[in-house]
């Protein structure tokens, strides 16, 4: 797992993720490190995003558990570009704890996800997730995904 930090565009994050439009909700990662095992990933939120039709009409904020899910796909995205055995799994959510929202995520914000310190019991595994705009944390959790096989 020695390989030093890398980029991805959203074309490479397409091929780790089964997710599509309107749900895929990283743009790309900024840093993958699997020696240190973190990554940083980008969102970047638009006024065009089909949520911000009903959330809230005059006042649009980012909804708290999409903020959540970018922070899950981003985990999965380590996970499955550094360890190859998990390519073909699906990970769903199993858990979400010590989350914080400390800030709203407007349109023209960039969401910056930051994932570190991956631990797993069997098919489970969980990880620590901060969420920043221009440097301030706006969300924190801690999250536990469950990893599957895809269903038949």
């Known amino acids: 797992m020695s390989e030093e930090k890398k980029s991805l565009d959203v074309k490479e994050v397409e ?53 959540l899910e970018a922070m899950a796909q981003t985990g ?28 709203p995520v407007y349109p023209g914000d960039q969401l910056v996800i930051f994932v570190e310190k991956f631990h797993r019991k069997g098919k489970l595994i969980w990880t620590t997730v901060t969420a920043t705009v221009n440097d301030k944390i706006v969300a924190q959790a801690e999250i536990t995904a469950a990893m599957v096989d895809w269903p038949e």
């Open 76 to 103: 999965a995205i380590f996970l499955k570009y550094a360890y190859p055995e998990f390519k073909d799994k699906l990970f769903v959510l199993a858990g979400f704890d010590k989350v914080r929202f400390k800030a």
């Open 15 to 67: 091929k780790l993720l089964p997710h599509r439009y309107p749900f895929l909700l990283v743009d790309k990662v900024l840093e993958i490190d699997t020696e240190r095992e973190y990554i940083k990933a980008i969102k970047n939120v638009t006024i065009n995003e089909p949520f911000f039709q009903g959330h809230f009409p005059g006042y649009p904020i980012m909804p708290g558990v999409l903020i």
